[in-house]
């Protein structure tokens, strides 16, 4: 069984624009979650998505969105990016709200986004 | 706001000595806690959880105890290994089939063969 995936590994974008990410989580997984990770700040939930839908939200502006597919495949999407947005952006997915009480997720690599 | 958060950053342990890995949480609401392991270059990888109706839960090598009196969570690292290198992070959830985590800040394990 295939893991997560996510693309790209690495990305490096100038200040101003704007990047998507993709995540492919498990076969048969429906919910999605984006974190981002800083040394300083840790792990930080940026949202959440089950079935196309956006259930759960961080504290992050609105410069940060995301999208699920009918496949589950979610992406997210930074628009007019900061050099604090410099991070490694984490993708998990797990069976939550599939008739489950599972809070194991399971996290892609990640994405290194360097914004110079 | 709720928050996670870890007594120490940094834990050097001996080869063979057991291992413990401390964290305070403040969101009394959370239904689960979790334990994930990240090794340099890797997602988190889930450890072990625990409900919030538990007090202690076991492992392979790892026990989970967790104290909602003091709002406090900890991980025991049996016999640690070199393996078990890695940044700890501990986190809360509260379920109903949602899946929002609130992680802490990670304590970073060095093994000392």
């Known amino acids: 069984k295939a893991g997560v995936t996510q693309t790209p590994r690495y990305l490096i974008k100038t200040r101003g624009q704007q990047v998507t990410l993709s995540c492919s989580p498990i076969s048969g997984h429906r919910s999605v979650s984006w974190y981002q990770q800083t040394p300083g700040q840790g792990l930080q939930f940026l949202f959440e998505?089950?079935?196309?839908?956006?259930?759960n939200k961080g504290n992050f502006p609105g410069r940060f969105s995301g999208r699920q597919f009918s496949n589950s495949r979610s992406e997210m999407n930074v628009s007019t990016l900061e050099l604090g947005d410099s991070a490694l952006y984490l993708c998990?997915?797990?069976?939550?709200?599939?008739?489950?009480?599972?809070?194991?997720?399971?996290f892609g690599q990640g994405t290194r986004l360097t914004v110079v | 706001g709720e928050s996670v958060g870890l007594h120490l950053p940094t834990l050097s342990v001996q080869e063979g000595d057991n291992s413990i890995i401390n964290c305070a949480y403040s969101?009394?609401?959370?239904?689960?806690f979790i334990w994930y392991k990240q090794e340099s270059g890797k997602g988190p990888q889930f450890i072990i959880d625990i409900r919030s109706n538990m007090d202690k839960r076991q492992g392979q090598r790892v026990t989970v105890l967790l104290n909602k009196t003091v709002k406090h969570l900890s991980l025991q690292i049996a016999a640690t290994q070199p393996g078990d290198s890695a940044v700890y992070f501990c986190?809360?959830?509260?379920?109903?089939?949602?899946?929002?985590?609130?992680f802490g800040t990670g304590t970073k394990l060095q093994v000392i063969p």
């Open positions: 998505y089950f079935s196309e839908t956006q259930r």
């Open positions: 969101n009394s609401a959370s239904d689960y």
């Open positions: 998990a997915s797990s069976l939550a709200g599939q008739g489950k009480v599972n809070t194991e997720a399971f």
């Open positions: 986190a809360e959830a509260i379920s109903g089939g949602y899946q929002k985590v609130t």
